[in-house]
């Protein structure tokens, strides 16, 4: 009897081990993440800081956005728009974030200036240059504009020469230093879209200018 028993008694504690098994509580499956809402809109500033305005509308009433992380829904199209309220980033980017990465990084723009009647960069200016080389590099860019202005002082056609003259020399410290002259786009405008408008004949610093935007 005792050897009987003793064969039996590893079946029996396997029995026991998978019973205790069996009853331990299942933890419950975890909850779905939660889904995003549709039909959202945000009105996010330009990468210099400038906030405009959108209107988000439908047959049911509309809402205009005009604050930077502004949001409104559009839950239905028997619904108007809601109410608009402040988004957090963190809610923009888990929203927005696939979208926003897509996006190509914005512009960066520089302004030079130049002495009165003259091609010769101001001091201040001209230590910019390392850095447009530099964006340019860093982003491998082969679409950089190069705008040459003047101020009123001349007549037209000695404005334009002398801004187109500025866009060259400029477009100039740029090859020298290596920066492939196919991938600038060299133009002026004179004394047309002056940065501070004057009256003709005014001695504008600000407006003897080269404008240059790496994409």
Same mark, same amino acid.
């Given at each position: 009897?005792?050897?009987?028993?003793?064969?039996?008694?590893?079946?029996?504690?396997?029995?026991?081990?998978?019973?205790?098994?069996?009853?331990?509580?299942?933890?419950? @499956?975890?909850?779905?993440?939660? *889904?995003?809402?549709?039909?959202?809109? /945000?009105?996010?500033?330009?990468? !210099?800081?400038?906030?405009?305005?959108?209107?988000?509308?439908?047959?049911? &009433? %509309? *809402?205009?956005?005009?604050?930077?992380?502004?949001?409104?829904?559009?839950? &239905?199209?028997?619904?108007?728009?809601?109410?608009?309220?402040?988004?957090?980033?963190?809610?923009?980017?888990?929203?927005?974030? =696939?979208?926003? %990465?897509?996006?190509? #990084?914005? @512009? /960066?723009?520089?302004?030079?200036?130049?002495? #009165?009647?003259?091609?010769?960069?101001?001091? !201040? +200016?001209? *230590?910019?240059?390392?850095?447009?080389?530099?964006?340019? $590099?860093?982003? *491998?860019?082969?679409?950089?504009?190069?705008?040459?202005?003047?101020?009123?002082?001349?007549? %037209?056609?000695?404005?334009?020469?002398?801004? $187109?003259?500025?866009?060259?020399?400029? +477009?100039?410290?740029?090859?020298?230093? &290596?920066?492939?002259? #196919?991938?600038?786009?060299?133009?002026?405008?004179?004394?047309?879209?002056?940065?501070?408008?004057?009256?003709?004949?005014?001695? =504008?610093?600000?407006?003897?200018? /080269?404008?240059?935007?790496?994409?």
């Amino acid at each position: 009897m005792t050897a009987r028993y003793l064969k039996l008694l590893p079946l029996v504690v396997a029995f026991l081990v998978q019973g205790c098994a069996a009853r331990r509580p299942v933890p419950p @499956p975890a909850a779905p993440p939660a *889904k995003e809402p549709d039909n959202v809109f /945000v009105l996010l500033a330009d990468a !210099d800081g400038h906030v405009g305005r959108i209107t988000v509308s439908n047959s049911k &009433g %509309s *809402k205009e956005l005009n604050q930077a992380m502004a949001a409104t829904q559009v839950a &239905g199209a028997d619904q108007a728009p809601s109410v608009p309220a402040q988004m957090d980033q963190s809610q923009i980017t888990r929203i927005f974030g =696939e979208a926003l %990465s897509a996006q190509p #990084s914005p @512009p /960066v723009r520089y302004t030079l200036y130049f002495d #009165s009647n003259s091609a010769q960069l101001t001091a !201040d +200016s001209l *230590k910019q240059i390392p850095d447009v080389i530099r964006t340019i $590099r860093e982003r *491998k860019s082969n679409d950089v504009s190069v705008v040459g202005h003047c101020d009123t002082t001349g007549n %037209s056609e000695f404005n334009y020469k002398l801004s $187109r003259t500025r866009a060259e020399a400029v +477009s100039k410290l740029l090859v020298d230093a &290596g920066i492939d002259l #196919s991938s600038l786009e060299i133009t002026s405008h004179g004394k047309d879209n002056p940065l501070i408008p004057t009256g003709d004949g005014v001695a =504008e610093p600000r407006n003897r200018r /080269v404008e240059i935007t790496v994409r």
